[in-house]
């Protein structure tokens, strides 16, 4: 069974940074990467409905933003580390939430799925002074 775990949250100063790191594991992979998957990552604060965040899709094609991160965060991958990354910068308290990786993408209008729906547990991140 494929498995995602979110990891890296916390807690950040306004204008601080964090990284995310979403890992993929599991029997079933067999030989597939995170290369071979569409990653999203989404978050979800308290009240608010689940947010796209970025995605990363599957052969290196090209990198999505929400309006509300463009500029100021990052998603990349280490295919050796079956693992993709969150760089969030320049942290404002509105990027609080939980935040979850997944094996589909929904950013600006635009969804793209792996065929397999695999969320991690997400990860919690605080934007406080």
């Known amino acids: 069974q494929v498995q995602l775990a979110e990891s890296g949250g916390g807690l950040a100063q306004p204008g601080g940074s964090l990284r995310l790191s979403c890992t993929l594991s599991?029997?079933?992979?067999?030989?597939?990467?995170?290369?071979?998957?569409?990653i999203g990552w989404f978050r979800q604060a308290p009240g608010k409905e689940r947010e796209g965040v970025s995605c990363l899709p599957r052969h290196d094609g090209g990198r999505l933003y929400a309006d509300s991160v463009k500029g100021r965060f990052e998603t990349s991958k280490d295919k050796a580390k079956n693992s993709v990354y969150l760089q969030m910068n320049d942290l404002i308290p509105e990027d609080t939430a939980v935040y979850y990786c997944?094996?589909?993408?929904?950013?600006?209008?635009?969804?793209?799925?792996?065929?397999?729906?695999?969320w991690g547990k997400g990860t919690l991140v605080t934007v406080s002074s």
């Open positions: 599991g029997r079933a992979i067999s030989g597939r990467t995170v290369d071979d998957y569409q």
């Open positions: 997944a094996t589909r993408c929904s950013v600006g209008g635009i969804s793209l799925y792996s065929g397999a729906d695999i």
